[in-house]
């Protein structure tokens, strides 16, 4: 098991009411599998990945990440949790305008303190697999839509991590960019990274070997599942 | 990773080139400016520093309880250091040291020199450097010492022992030899001088071997390792006692009080190393560097005031930065590592604005030194001490204004930054405080401007009492007998168009361009009671020359025989002697002499403005010297009489140097000080205004970029230019408006606390308050509406379509 789930609760306060994001989500998650978590948009598909992702609280429930209770975690602890494992991957790419590509996808490593030299080895195989060598030395703004979320994916893996947590990935691309992502992301999982994304394409939802629904913050269960 | 930081760091500078250059131009004039303040206030403060010895040497001074109150005196009798070093423990060294002119007589070279008297430990006690002879020259009483300076001037070349030369001092003729070379006098020198003699040369030594009574020179001591000055002062009391018996007497007879120790007459000292910080005048010694350091203070406050900008600059652009803030923190960066990221970005800044200051300060180091009149460099702040602070406190300030905003945005939470939401109305708060204090500052400057600026023409423009645009005064500094030369002079104008009157006294009024200052007071007893004046010897017309007011009496006169033991006072001297008719009342001085007085002039100021007139009384003793002559001239043609008198003064002593120069320029030239700190004081508020100026101008241009779409909404809901100018100019006024409150009464008791020094002075008003405060308001309207009226003159559709 890479990370359960149990009774997750998450809600703000609006005019003394408790207003719920995430309402008694309970979630397994094995290694190697591909999870789409769909929905319609303020679902609560995003809130659910930044708390899977650690970067965002609950308030009550169990959430238990490679056999560590990350709720009773400090965030140091979390912190170092989620570098190590978890790659994200957002609908707005979030690229750093001001590094390259090279640079871009660099940056994590830097983080983690590896050697130059096998930093440069890193960063030159994935540039090789994601065939865009040639623009490496180009700055995020002079990429189209595809290409950015590219980048974006090769420096989400180039820490090598077990869990893939994407948000809307395709949700700036044309339809034929999505597909080359989907497909990329299918080739990852048979590679053995878990991947978990939110979408709300019935044909992306499609791409993973499980779809889980969510509404107003809470699992759907549906007829065809 | 470095590497990383510093590519991101000058991209981003890159990007925000209008921010960028900002920054470096506030930071830079700010470093130039420090560093030049800086510069000046060090060179003030290493003032007398350099003796090897400073912390065991003290100046020796007395305090005496006389019936008006506590006075303090540094002039010592002759006997006083030779009786000192016999009868107290724990003095190494003693010397006497009294400073005098001196005129050298060779073939006709003949030079003006600063000599001074003193004993053989002098050069044990002071550092000054013997480069050729023996340091212990002075014990041979015909051999000098010359600096290096004096020995190219007077020889043209400084290998000159054994040189015979011979002076003319007080009159006399002596011939000496060439015993040592000095290195030239530090120019950080309190003690100056070109020529050292032994003291037993000094005026009158012989007569007052024994004498008690006749003061004239200052001492300064060494004690031994380990002693305390305040054991000495202890010890000195029997001593004190013993010798200033009758002086004793006399203060208790005449109604003093003893101070807290019992004491009518105590020895102190001073330390030599306070020396050019102390003041003597009042009834306690005071030592103040407040002048150096207000200097520091002001360097201070400018580079507080970039830093200021720094912050809240980059503070404000941070919303820029979020996502890549959010994004790093998702990769995988630790809060250290992005606090050392900004940091790094600001230390950039810094370093740069540091070079750039530092070449501009160099540029702008000869104009400064002109305008502030200082001889100091800026190569004196490379000791390594020195260097080490200016270091730290550059690594403070970035430290400071470059660590602030980098923690603050290390501090964001991720998801917070992710989604670009910042928090500011928090850090708005922060950036209005700084921006009111910034201001603050600016106000306090401005007013300190009008004020000194008001007080310095008040002292230059005041009735002083005597003519002083009509009259030139000419230092004495002939070969010849200053009486003979005065008469001289007389001659050779009478008659002359345009001058009206010449006439002499022994001390000049203001500062003459011979640079000497020097004052002369006695005591003696009237009627059971000690009474104390200044004393001035004039010669024949000296009141009408200088268009003194008579008020009863009348002034010495040829047609009166026996006017040498005439005297003239003024109505402080009266009120001294509590005499409501004081004419032809009579005094006797030293015991057996007696004067009548036969005038009483109106007060007039002749001493500094900060003083109260005191009292003066005129003498005409011909056997007493003169060293200043006196000339009125008509209103008329002032170029051409003064050419005049310089052309008589020619041919009357060709090879001495013509030195005169009309009494306001010599009033102006005591007020030095006040011009400097005026100067320094406006040029600092002027760049404090331009600073906090680039400041509100970068902030103004962010809060417009930021309010875009609003800007555009309101003005297509019908909102006019002058309308939304006022919205987004209100903010800020509001800021300069409570920045006016705050600094008003810091002004106010800053400002009235330094006119407290000045007997005359001007009044506070508030208008000069308010008047600074609308200047401030004035110009932060100007910066502001730069960018304020463009964005409301702006088409609406354009900025709504930009958003
Ligand atoms: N911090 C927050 N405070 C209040 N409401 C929030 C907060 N974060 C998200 N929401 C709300 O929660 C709901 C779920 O949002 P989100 O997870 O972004 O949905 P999705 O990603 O499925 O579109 C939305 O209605 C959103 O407005
Ligand atoms: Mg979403």
């Not at chain 1, 238990?64 to 190590?84: C, M, N, T, W």
């Not at chain 2, 051999?143 to 001037?153: D, H, L, P, V």
């Not at chain 2, 005449?254 to 000292?269: F, I, R, S, T, V």
């Amino acid at each position: 098991m890479l990370l359960q789930l149990n009774h997750i609760y998450k809600w703000v306060k609006q005019g003394g009411k408790r207003v719920f994001l995430l309402n008694d989500i309970s979630l397994d998650v094995e290694e190697g599998e591909f999870i789409s978590i769909m929905g319609p948009s303020g679902s609560g598909k995003s809130t659910l990945l930044n708390v899977i992702g650690m970067l965002d609280e609950f308030q009550e429930g169990e959430y238990i990440f490679d056999g560590e209770p990350v709720h009773s975690l400090k965030e140091k602890q979390r912190a170092k949790l989620y570098k190590e494992y978890i790659g994200f991957v957002f609908q707005a790419y979030h690229l750093i305008d001001e590094l390259t590509v090279y640079e871009n996808i660099e940056t994590p490593l830097l983080y983690k303190n590896i050697k130059s030299s096998e930093r440069k080895a890193l960063v030159a195989d994935m540039l090789d697999r994601f065939n865009i060598v040639g623009k490496k030395d180009l700055f995020p703004a002079q990429l189209s839509g595809g290409q950015q979320q590219l980048v974006g994916i090769a420096r989400a893996l180039i820490a090598k991590p077990k869990l893939i947590l994407a948000d809307e990935p395709t949700g700036n691309l044309n339809s034929k960019q999505g597909e080359e992502i989907m497909e990329l992301f299918k080739e990852l999982n048979t590679e053995g990274v878990t991947i978990i994304q939110a979408t709300h394409s019935e044909s992306n939802a499609a791409y993973g070997n499980r779809i889980i629904h969510l509404l107003d913050g809470s699992k759907q269960l549906q007829p065809q599942n | 990773m470095l590497k990383n930081y510093i590519k991101i760091a000058f991209r981003n500078l890159w990007k925000d080139k209008s921010f960028t250059l900002l920054n470096l131009l506030g930071l830079s004039i700010a470093f130039a400016a420090a560093l030049l303040l800086a510069m000046y206030a060090f060179f003030d403060l290493s003032y007398d520093q350099f003796h090897k010895n400073k912390e065991a040497i003290f100046q020796v001074y007395y305090t005496e309880q006389t019936p008006g109150g506590r006075a303090l005196a540094t002039s010592m009798p002759v006997p006083f250091a030779p009786a000192l070093r016999e009868e107290l423990p724990n003095i190494k060294h003693v010397t006497r040291y009294m400073s005098d002119g001196a005129l050298n007589l060779e073939e006709g070279k003949e030079l003006n020199l600063r000599l001074i008297f003193t004993d053989p430990d002098f050069f044990e006690m002071f550092t000054f450097e013997t480069l050729l002879g023996s340091a212990d020259v002075l014990k041979e009483n015909s051999k000098i010492s010359i600096t290096e300076e004096t020995a190219q001037k007077l020889f043209g070349r400084t290998d000159v022992l054994g040189q015979s030369l011979n002076l003319l001092i007080n009159g006399r003729k002596e011939a000496f030899t060439v015993g040592s070379i000095l290195k030239d006098i530090p120019i950080t020198s309190g003690l100056r001088f070109d020529v050292a003699v032994n003291f037993t040369h000094s005026p009158n030594y012989a007569e007052n071997l024994d004498r008690w009574d006749a003061r004239n020179h200052s001492v300064f001591i060494q004690l031994d390792e380990g002693a305390t000055p305040s054991a000495l002062t202890k010890s000195a009391a029997s001593f004190t006692n013993l010798h200033y018996q009758g002086n004793i007497e006399d203060l208790k007879r005449d109604g003093a009080q003893p101070n807290a120790n019992g004491n009518y007459l105590e020895l102190n000292l001073l330390p030599f190393k306070d020396m050019h910080f102390a003041d003597f005048s009042g009834d306690s010694l005071k030592v103040s560097r407040a002048y150096p350091y207000m200097i520091l203070g002001i360097g201070l406050l400018i580079l507080f005031i970039a830093g200021i900008n720094f912050v809240n600059m980059s503070i404000a652009r941070s919303a820029q930065r979020l996502r890549e803030i959010g994004m790093r923190k998702t990769l995988g960066a630790a809060k250290k590592q992005l606090f050392f990221q900004f940091w790094s970005e600001s230390v950039w800044i810094f370093l740069i604005a540091l070079l750039l200051g530092i070449g501009l300060s160099l540029a702008l180091e000869s104009p400064f030194r002109q305008l502030f009149n200082t001889p100091a460099r800026l190569t004196d702040l490379s000791s390594s001490t020195l260097l080490i602070a200016l270091f730290i406190s550059f690594i403070l300030i970035t430290f400071i204004a470059g660590g602030y905003p980098a923690l603050v945005l290390s501090k964001l939470g991720t998801l917070k930054a992710l989604k670009g939401k910042l928090d500011l109305a928090g850090k708005n708060r922060v950036r209005n405080v700084l921006m009111v204090v910034q201001f603050s500052i600016a106000i306090v400057l401005i007013s300190g401007t009008f004020v000194l600026g008001k007080q310095l023409d008040y002292m230059r423009n005041k009735d002083l009492g005597f003519n002083k645009e009509e009259v030139i005064a000419i230092p004495l500094n002939g070969k010849r007998a200053n009486r003979q030369n005065v008469a001289l002079l007389r001659n050779e104008l009478a008659g002359k168009p345009g001058i009206l009157s010449v006439s002499a006294s022994d001390n000049n009024l203001g500062l003459g361009r011979d640079g000497s200052t020097y004052f002369s007071r006695m005591g003696f007893d009237y009627k059971g009671r000690g009474v104390a004046t200044n004393m001035l010897v004039v010669d024949y017309d000296y009141p009408e020359t200088l268009g003194l007011q008579l008020k009863e009496g009348r002034t010495f006169s040829r047609s009166f025989s026996g006017d040498s033991l005439s005297i003239v006072i003024n109505e402080a001297m009266a009120r001294e002697l509590q005499e409501k008719e004081p004419v032809n009342k009579q005094i006797i001085l030293d015991d057996s002499i007696t004067y009548t007085i036969v005038g009483v002039l109106k007060d007039y100021n002749f001493q500094s403005l900060s003083k109260k007139i005191e009292p003066i009384s005129m003498f005409m003793n011909r056997d007493w010297d003169l060293y200043y002559a006196f000339i009125k001239i008509a209103p008329q043609n002032r170029v051409q009489s003064f050419e005049a008198i310089e052309d008589a003064w020619k041919r009357i002593e060709p090879n001495a140097e013509f030195l005169g120069s009309f009494i306001d320029e010599n009033i102006d030239r005591t007020f030095k000080r006040e011009r400097t700190m005026t100067t320094i004081i406006s040029s600092g508020s002027l760049i404090a205004i331009i600073l906090s100026c680039i400041g509100l101008f970068a902030i103004s241009m962010l809060v417009v970029t930021q309010r875009t779409k609003e800007i555009g909404v309101r003005k297509v809901v019908g909102a006019s230019v002058a309308q939304i100018t006022f919205l987004l100019t209100k903010d800020f006024l509001k800021l300069v408006g409570v920045a006016f409150l705050i600094a008003a009464p810091v002004a106010w008791w800053l400002l009235s606390q330094w006119l407290q020094d000045y007997e005359y002075r001007i009044e506070l008003h508030l208008w000069i308050f308010l008047a600074a405060g609308l200047l401030a308001v004035f110009i932060a309207l100007v910066t502001i509406s730069f960018r304020t009226i463009r964005a409301a003159l702006k088409n609406p559709v354009e900025s709504l379509r930009t958003e």
